[in-house]
């Protein structure tokens, strides 16, 4: 029986200690009773938490003062801090022409951002480890943290990824970049591979449009789209990390493909170029419509350009079919648009919201992300970090240099 229960009893610590630090994050200066009102744990509990965490360095135990109400009680009450600083973490956006790397402390406040050119398919699996370690490491060098204070590197990538971090084997790419492997072996990271629509749905949920949704669907509008699927507070992945993958969009009538936003509005507004339609857009292509882009077209539309405000009218149309197909199959409550393009697709929100009960009979509220074009790499935080506080009674912050504070 007691080796049937101690793995149970350390997980049941673990969990507990994870709810601590959830509740600690940001909190300021809390007591142990602060502590039970946020968690329901017993005293006894968290007290003997308390004293693991600082001892681990996640906590700071403050000298004691006596405030009115515990000098009443003729106890001082002890009180606790979370020390921000104790470790970082790194999120990693690789997409087909960039990589984006965020270093933050263990609240989640970045520390530093860089982003390079990155065209991956054209490099060996060897130079394309090169780049990540040369961003990793500038990303590092601008936070002023040694590398020996990561705790955890979590990945995006445009691919299904499953829970288990493993890419689906039909990836031929990111089967031959084995980042998990490359990037664990040189560094001896522990690192977290997911999708990217995955992370900018954990990134939404934690710091934009969907803070508090538990029905969520965001997808990635730039130039192909893919979605990430929150169901009762719960991310999908299904069987093999196919859950969300809109391949099947080449079968809705109207829709026929899963190119994104910024693609269509780019194409659609060449389309009308080349028909000779007197439009502002010819100058703000210089006459050539083959440098037409999606930015130029939502520019005109802004301007009032009737040419530009079709194209986006048409755009939206489409985007009410993709989002009534999957409204009809998940019944998000919210459904957010996002990636480089979210900012400009505000515009298309009125029309798609208009057109949404002709595809489903649960249109769920639709907005646009405020996170731009870093999303990805901020919901690699998010994970991170959960990653962080899930085991943090088997991590040992206290033995590592102390990360530089950001002055931001």
Request: include cysteine; charged fraction near 20%; charge should be negative.
């Amino acid at each position: 029986m007691m080796t049937q229960t101690a793995p149970s009893t350390q997980l049941v610590r673990r969990v507990n200690a994870s709810a601590m630090l959830k509740a600690m994050r940001g909190a300021g200066i809390v007591t142990g009773t602060d502590l039970m009102a946020a968690t329901g744990l017993s005293r006894a509990t968290v007290i003997s938490i308390c004293d693991e965490l600082v001892r681990l360095g996640w906590l700071r135990e403050l000298e004691n003062q006596r405030i009115a109400e515990e000098y009443l009680k003729g106890r001082p009450a002890r009180r606790f801090v979370f020390d921000d600083g104790a470790a970082t973490v790194l999120g990693i956006d690789i997409g087909a022409n960039k990589i984006t790397a965020i270093v933050a402390d263990m609240a989640g406040k970045a520390l530093s951002r860089v982003t390079m050119p990155f065209r991956a398919y054209n490099l060996p699996a060897a130079e394309r480890a090169d780049v990540l370690d040369r961003i990793t490491a500038e990303a590092l060098e601008k936070a002023a943290v040694s590398a020996d204070s990561v705790l955890a590197v979590s990945v995006g990538v445009a691919a299904p990824v499953s829970r288990e971090g493993d890419v689906l084997t039909v990836q031929e790419f990111w089967k031959s970049f084995d980042v998990r492997r490359l990037v664990s072996e040189r560094h001896g990271w522990h690192v977290l591979l997911e999708n990217d629509a995955n992370l900018a749905t954990l990134a939404e949920r934690w710091r934009g449009m969907a803070q508090g949704v538990d029905n969520l669907v965001v997808m990635l509008t730039g130039d192909r789209l893919g979605a990430g699927i929150l169901e009762s507070g719960r991310l999908l992945h299904g069987q093999l990390g196919g859950f969300g993958e809109l391949g099947y969009l080449g079968n809705v009538e109207g829709v026929g493909d899963t190119l994104g936003i910024a693609h269509y509005v780019a194409l659609w507004g060449q389309e009308a170029l080349a028909s000779g339609v007197k439009t502002q857009l010819h100058e703000l292509c210089g006459g050539a419509p083959a440098s037409l882009t999606a930015e130029m077209v939502f520019a005109a539309a802004g301007d009032g350009d009737h040419v530009a405000q079709g194209v986006l009218n048409r755009v939206a149309h489409r985007m009410a079919r993709v989002i009534g197909s999957v409204s009809t199959l998940v019944n998000p409550e919210l459904v957010v648009l996002a990636g480089g393009v979210a900012a400009s697709a505000r515009a298309l929100i009125p029309v798609i919201e208009q057109e949404l009960p002709k595809y489903t009979f649960t249109p769920p509220r639709v907005e646009a992300s405020s996170l731009g074009d870093g999303i990805v790499s901020i919901g690699a935080i998010r994970l991170a970090l959960d990653y962080v506080e899930e085991h943090a009674l088997d991590l040992h912050p206290a033995s590592l240099p102390k990360p530089a504070r950001s002055l931001s």
